[in-house]
């Protein structure tokens, strides 16, 4: 057994104790460092002298930048998570995956149709899918993401759409997957054929525009952008309140 | 989801709940009548940063000299090129175009598509961002867009909602475009395929958020940025605009007689190479401020929201407004510890959460506008009615459960599925605990200042040729305090208009432009006489989060790359 596959073996730096603070060992693609417990794998990294420019982004679990991977002492399973999301544990060995190697192909989208030949000529490799369930397993945000591939083959593109809604693109299903499918940009054609052919359009918005262009508010517009800033603020206190 | 499960709340925390929960039901119906403007005025002229005295100071340098403004921004102005104009042959030009936008979010988007949809081929547009295209604020904001599209309102309604929201310091041609164009930009993103919250009919689910006097906030659940974002750039991708990603710019360029903006130096973070772009117009889409952490605050804002664009945009003569004011969101996360600073979306409160104290009381109405219920939590905090976390911070509860109990079970789950996921990965349920919550640094109100179509101004209000702007970057669409549910639609409503602007700027333009630092070297001389040190240095481009133990032992041997 080498160093890297234990914790508690390999030197630990005399001057590596924090003062007071508990500190755990994280191992960065295998090589050991302490930090403070209570960080997040994100922080962690940081904290041990990492300026990073791949492998982090929106910092709040919504784009996709920092996957990692990881084990923990112990055990076999390879863990995926956001560094951004996930506090550091004591013996994680771990590796960023900051890219998932994908071209997206080009489309026009007013020349689609919402049904599963759409989607299927574009990504052929839908059809390769095992049904293995790496995808889901693999998801961060625990989306049920083989099933939405299925939905697709199944040609039930609102399925597909809906269940693959909270997609942050982080691409760990696609490098798990078998059938090498590239999930993150399948998902984001579905969910755009859905939006845009499936879902119904709005009249409300349509109406309103037709006032807008028919200069139905110019002239209460430029009404209100003439008010003196004591009448436009007596106007503003004395506006209606819709309930929530 | 192969992640591990964490414990929640630690017991002496648990504790503390129980205040909360023993007085949900009184709580239910409680009405809290909102602040006159004088109540409001006191209120945050007491607590919001804004008015602390050791928050702000005047520049001393530049078009704005003497205005007061946010140290760590004056500290940015008054800073030394990043890159000196020596340091860069001009003489070869890497990119040559005809637009050259500069950031990666919503606004940067929004722009290269009307750009293209007014004519200009998608080759001639390049887009260059700090980090990858997509990585900003738009992503980040998650309740909604606002556009006054139902019958029992109007944009006459949502331009008083706005300039009132703002201290009346909004500029009203401004706000007059943001509200007019706003039905406009859902019909354009409902037509890209982006999924709106909508009922069976077609009609959309619209919430009310705080400041705002109808339910106008359009929504894609709680994911409702990054699926605007996601989509946009997709058609972006489709159209074949040209992307560069880890390549910010880190000085414009400029006619060396007229002053006239012409490109940029762009600098790739990975290979630490520098590319001369040669631009006809130039537009600015490079957000905000918060990575600065102005007063010390946490921030929600994405990694590369250092400021780059008011930076650069002073050295070209630009005029800067409101930049002494900042907006902080009311409600971050003030525990777990991991994730403090992070927004807690305010659809929360339009969804019917409640603020409680210690003693389990509400002490401000939940929409009021931003300031205000940022001013109120501070204010419960200083006075020692908020709750003090176990590393030492300082909160009050944010009652969650209370949406479920009033829409019925399911609400959160179905409505706030973000939320929801980023509390659980700590362990805690938010459909049966409440979170703990502090204001955090969130928004750049002000900015650089431009006219209705996106041309930046200088202080005597002619415009910068060559120069547009668009998004978080510009001041003036929001006053001193934006609204919830505005910024989406800033980005988008100006986005566009900067692509149409430049299309048009293009199609007037013959031969090509001529580029020089020499508006550096005017700076320079200034940043001298000042006696400004050397090693202070902008745009910044990142935070830096090293710690200090490793800092101390940093020396660096050779130049390697960050991968």
Partial sequence: ?244 | MMGLVYEGYPPEMREKIRVVEETREERLGQQIPKLSLEEREKLVRKWHPDYREDTKRPVRIGPNKGQVIYREVADLLESWPAVKPGDVDLDNIDYDVDILIIGGGGAAASAALWAVYSGVSPENILIATKLRFGDANTVKAQGGIQAADRPNDSPVRHYLDTIGGGHFANKPELVRALVMDAPFIIRWLEDLGVMFDKTGEGEMIEYTGGGASRRRLHAAKDYTGLEIMRVIRDEVWNKGVNVLEFSPAVELLTDPDTGAVSGAVLWNMEVKAYYVVRAKVTILATGGFGRLHLAGFPTTNHYGATADGIVMAYRVGANLRDLDSAQFHPTGVAWPEAIRGELITEKCRSLGAQLVNANGERFINELEPRDVVASAIIRECAEGRGIITPTGACGVWLDLPMIDRVRGEGTIRRNLPAMYRQFIRHGIDITREPVLTYPTLHYQNGGIEIDPWTHVLRPDGTPIPGLLAAGEVTGGVHGKNRLMGNSLLDITVFGRRAGITAAKLVKEMSGKPRISLKHVERYMEELKRLGVPENRRAPVLLPDYRGERVLLRKLDLIDLAPI
């Fill in chain 1, 1 to 244: 057994m080498s160093s890297k596959e234990s914790p508690e073996t390999g030197p630990r730096p005399v001057s590596g104790k924090e003062e007071g603070g508990k500190t755990i060992r994280i191992y960065v693609m295998g090589r050991a460092y302490e930090v403070p417990e209570g960080l997040t794998i994100l922080k962690a990294l940081e904290y041990a002298g990492f300026r990073l420019t791949r492998g982090v982004g929106c910092r709040g679990g919504f784009c996709g930048a920092c996957a990692v991977m990881y084990r923990m002492p112990g055990e076999y399973k390879l863990r995926t998570a956001l560094a951004c999301q996930t506090l550091a544990r004591d013996g994680m060995h771990l590796v960023f995956i900051p890219y998932a190697p994908m071209k997206k192909p080009r489309y026009d989208i007013e020349k689609l149709r919402p049904d599963a030949g759409s989607v299927i000529a574009i990504f052929p490799e839908v059809t390769r899918c095992l049904a293995c369930n790496a995808c889901t397993k693999a998801c961060p945000q625990g989306l049920q993401v083989m099933d939405a591939i299925q939905a697709i083959i199944r040609g039930d593109i609102a399925a597909a759409a809906n269940l693959a809604f909270d997609c942050i693109g982080c691409g760990l299903c696609s490098i798990r997957c078998p059938a090498e499918i590239r999930h993150v940009y399948v998902f984001q054609l579905v969910r755009r054929l859905y939006g845009k052919y499936m879902l119904p359009k709005a009249k409300h918005v349509e109406e309103r525009i037709k006032e807008i262009e028919a200069g139905k508010y110019d002239e209460e517009m430029e009404k209100l952008m003439k008010l003196s800033l004591e009448e436009l603020k007596r106007l503003y206190m004395s506006r209606d309140i819709e309930k929530a």
